[in-house]
Each structure stands twice: as structure tokens, then as C-alpha cells.
């Protein structure tokens, strides 16, 4: 059983700049989900992609979007990157009649 | 909305002893989940514990437990035995009831084993 993968494991961009995050989740797993961690704070939830369709957000702006593919991965698109969004991002996925979320690596993204 | 705090920013505790961490939550809710999550400096979340709100045994795994009281909606850790592996950051997460729910995480514990 593969377990959720993230790519890039880290990134540098510069302000302004816009930035596409990916994750594989874990075989079988329908939703996915995508966390924000700044340094020193717990994670903080962005968004949830179930059936490829957006299914509840957090106090996010809209220049943060996803996508949800038909094999159940999915990406983190940020545009406009602000200085502020230099985070670690952590993708989970889970069945969505389950409660338990299985994390991936994260992204480190530094915006400069 | 939910809350989770955790009030003990960092602790410390040698090895083979005990150590707790503690993890306050609000909600309105009745039936939720709350968890324990390590993340270690490989930043890989990986589930320690997982409670049931309407079970009222506290659940075990290991050398972790916890003490789960609903009333005072707190809900700590203890760690007994302690490795150097368990050094790491440990977050308090409730979850809701319903399918498709997000976690809601706390500020997070570092916890230091000592030889």
C-alpha cells in the first residue's frame, strides 16, 4: 500500500509569483485535504476535495485553489504568493466516511 | 466553531519516566473525535491516539493513553516509559462527527526525551 507522497518536498518563490503544490493520496482514498503550518503553529485547514468538487474551506483567501483529479490526487495552487504564505503545506488523505486523515511529507514553500 | 488548546508550549522528560500533555478543546457538538498527533523533524504527521466522544473508556495504545473527560471537555496525554524516538511535536486535534470533516489542530507540545 503506497502511502501519500507531496511534490516538491521544498520550494523557493518570490513575491508576486504563483506556485502549484501536488499530492498523491494514499491507494483507495477518495478525499483529500490541505493544511497550512506555519513555523511553530499547528496546522491550520485550508480546503477538502471530495468527487473532484470543493467540500468546505477554511479562513482562506480565494487566490488559494485546488483541483481534485479522477485518480484521487489532487493540487494546492497559490497565486499572488505574499510573504505570509511561506508555510509548510501538508496534504491527507482519508475514505470520507472515515475519521482518520493519513499525511504526506509536506511542502516546504519559502516566498522571498 | 471549535477550539483546541494547548497550554504547555514545551516539556521535557528523561528517559523510561512518565510525562503528560495536557489539551483543552470547545465545542458544542456531542459526538466528535479527537486525536494526538507526533510530528517529528521529518515533519511526517503520524497519528498517536484516536478517542471516541461517545465511548467513555479511554483509549490505549501502548505505551500511550489518554484521559479523556467530556464534561471538562479535556482530553490529555501520557506517555509512559519514554523513548528518545517519542522526542518530537505533539498536537491535540478534534474532529467533527459527519463525513468530509476537517481537523481542527492545537498550538502543539514539543516534547524532549533526555538520556
Known amino acids: 500500500e503506497t502511502g501519500v507522497t507531496q511534490s516538491p518536498t521544498h520550494l523557493i518563490k518570490t513575491r508576486g509569483q504563483q506556485v502549484t503544490l501536488r499530492c498523491s493520496s494514499q491507494?483507495?482514498?477518495?478525499?483529500v485535504s490541505w493544511y497550512q503550518q506555519a513555523l511553530g503553529q499547528g496546522p491550520q485547514f485550508i480546503f477538502q476535495y471530495y468527487r473532484e468538487e470543493e467540500n468546505g474551506r477554511g479562513n482562506f483567501p480565494p487566490r488559494f485553489s485546488g483541483l481534485q483529479f479522477p485518480n484521487y490526487s489532487s493540487e494546492l495552487n497559490v497565486n499572488a504568493l505574499e510573504l505570509d504564505d511561506s508555510a509548510l503545506y501538508l496534504c491527507?488523505?482519508?475514505?470520507?466516511?472515515?475519521?482518520?486523515?493519513?499525511f504526506g511529507p509536506g511542502t516546504r514553500l519559502t516566498v522571498l | 466553531a471549535q477550539t483546541v488548546t494547548q497550554s504547555q508550549p514545551e516539556m521535557s522528560v528523561q528517559e523510561a519516566e512518565t510525562v503528560t500533555l495536557s489539551c483543552t478543546y470547545d465545542t458544542s457538538e456531542n459526538n466528535y473525535y479527537l486525536f494526538w498527533y507526533k510530528q517529528p523533524p521529518s515533519r511526517q504527521m503520524i497519528l498517536v491516539i484516536r478517542q471516541e466522544a461517545y465511548k467513555q473508556q479511554n483509549a490505549t495504545e501502548n505505551r500511550f493513553s489518554v484521559n479523556f473527560q467530556k464534561a471538562a471537555k479535556s482530553f490529555s496525554l501520557k506517555i509512559s516509559d519514554s523513548q528518545l524516538g517519542d522526542t518530537a511535536m505533539y498536537f491535540c486535534a478534534f474532529m467533527s462527527n459527519y463525513p468530509g470533516s476537517r481537523l481542527t489542530f492545537g498550538e502543539g507540545t514539543q516534547l524532549t526525551v533526555n538520556p
Open positions: 491527507a488523505s482519508s475514505y470520507r466516511t472515515e475519521n482518520e486523515q493519513f
Open positions: 491507494s483507495g482514498h477518495n478525499t
